[in-house]
């Protein structure tokens, strides 16, 4: 294994390395099951099985993917409420925004994906000077690995696998070992929709034993949604044996705003972008830049807002915000936190976070955060907001590049010019006006700088694992 990557993956999932798959309600820290990981010799089986299904399922008409995936999404509205609970039980999802993931994510993406095969897999005729005829197939690369992470445990896995199932590519699919149930479901649902034996298949593996999985010549490509030390290790080891690798990393996504422009409206979708999924996204707003004449007047609102919300049972349908997904991760995040403080942050709304017990966590609001903190630039991943004043539009955004990240960001104002100029000087993949990047089935979605690079979803997901094969023939040969 590469060095470096030998050192970054080792570091990156050192709390991984002996651990089983395991059902912990983060709500309650029930262990309700437990899953043995993959033995190598089984990883190779697995292997070997997704290669063998490639052969026949790369020559599978469209038509019979396409009604595959369609069947797929028939059968996610059917469960979506089982698999909403299973989502809601391993991560602590409140169970509205779990039928949600299932219903306008996970089903909407094989919908889309299905409604548009045609289209997406025509071919594509050039005309070279010499006046040959040429065409551009579209055409699939074999198994590709994809590594999941837990906060989205459907949406996540279905933006990657839905176009390269329809490709023709087969999945091998190494989900978080804290959602091997949510794992299980969705391994079960594709099979009941019709994929033929070793086309969709789940690893209960451990990140160290997917060095084996990569650096296999039958597996052709690498999709790693997680952090930035993961994504490095999974680059170099996939660039050390010439895979193809798409990677969806963290983000520190500022939120602009210019003005106090429908104003009840913008803290609203502020309150919504930092608390959805408990904060626990990478496209969560997490950075709050506003100008200073809107300021006082914002934040007031905003304040006001996010005191309101108290953490509940995830399993209630009223609630906004359920736990973290464990209490690891609460004390990582109240440790960002207290540091903030006790170099001069002020908390304006959640200081008695402490009081809350287990892996729940209130909404905070921090101010004064300066340079060197780790709160000023940072991925906040939990229900964190920062919120800094700024004098003019120049000082916003040198503020909102001022971070490793670079996946989306937002701007408001009433001024539709101006913020589009602010839009387009910001380092992001992504970016909304007046609106959060959000995600849906049509648009790309990914970053730059340590976000990652790749596509995921529309014709550009599905164009990062596909062979543009190139068809010539010779004028004057033709039949």
């Known amino acids: 294994m590469h060095t470096l990557a030998c050192k970054l993956f080792s570091a990156a999932t050192k709390t991984q390395r002996n651990a089983m798959y395991t059902t912990k309600n983060p709500a309650t820290g029930e262990v309700h099951a437990t899953y043995n990981t ?13 290669t063998a299904a490639f052969s026949t399922w790369r020559d599978t008409p469209v038509d019979e993917r396409v009604s595959v995936l369609s069947r797929a999404a028939e059968l996610a509205r059917e469960r979506a409420e089982e698999l909403a609970q299973i989502a809601t039980l391993e991560m602590g999802k409140p169970i509205q925004q779990a039928r949600t993931e299932v219903t306008r994510l ?116 690498v999709s790693l949604t ?70 006082e007047a914002f934040t007031t609102k905003f304040v006001h807002a996010m005191a309101a919300i108290v953490p509940g049972d995830p399993t209630s349908e009223g609630t906004l915000l359920g736990p973290m997904v464990s209490e690891q991760a609460r004390r990582e995040i109240q440790g960002i936190v207290d540091e903030a403080v006790a170099a001069g942050a002020t908390v304006l709304a959640g200081g008695n976070a402490h009081e809350f017990s287990g892996a729940f966590m209130p909404p905070i609001v921090l101010a004064d955060v300066k340079p060197g903190m780790r709160a000023w630039n940072e991925e906040i991943f ?14 916003a955004i040198t503020l909102a590049n001022d971070t490793i990240y670079g996946l989306a960001g937002s701007v408001w104002s009433g001024d539709h010019e101006l913020a589009e100029k602010v839009a387009l000087r910001l380092e992001v993949g992504m970016v909304g006006i007046n609106a959060t990047a959000g995600t849906e089935p049509e648009l790309p979605f990914g970053g730059v700088k340590a976000s990652g690079f790749g596509r995921e979803l529309g014709e550009f997901g599905l164009n990062e694992f596909a062979n543009k094969k190139l068809v010539r023939t010779a004028r004057g040969h033709l039949n």
């Open 38 to 50: 993959l033995t190598p010799e089984e990883l190779e089986g697995a292997v070997t099985r997704s």
């Open 382 to 395: 939990g229900p964190v907001a920062v919120l800094h004043r700024v004098n003019n539009v120049d000082e």
């Open 226 to 295: 997680g952090s930035e030390k993961a994504g490095a290790a999974v680059g170099a080891l996939a660039g050390s044996h010439l895979k193809k690798v798409v990677l969806e990393l963290g983000g520190s996504d500022p939120f602009i705003v210019l003005d106090d422009h429908d104003l009840d409206r913008v803290v609203r979708q502020a309150v919504t972008a930092r608390i959805g999924n408990g904060g626990q996204a990478c496209v969560a707003a997490k950075r709050f830049i506003i100008m200073a004449d809107t300021y």
């Open 106 to 221: 996970f089903q909407n993406i094989l919908d889309y994906y299905a409604a548009n095969a045609s289209e997406f897999l025509k071919d594509q005729p050039l005309f070279p000077s010499s006046g040959d005829s040429a065409v551009v197939k579209t055409a699939p690369i074999g198994p590709v690995l994809g590594i999941m992470p837990w906060n989205f445990p459907y949406y996540q896995v279905v933006r990657f696998a839905a176009p390269n199932l329809l490709l023709g590519n087969t999945i091998l699919i190494k989900h978080a070992a804290n959602c091997p149930q949510s794992a299980l479901a969705l391994e079960k649902l594709f099979q009941d929709a019709g994929l033929p034996d070793g086309a969709y298949i789940n690893l209960f593996a451990r990140h160290a034993d997917l060095e084996s999985v990569i650096a296999d010549p039958r597996v052709q490509g």
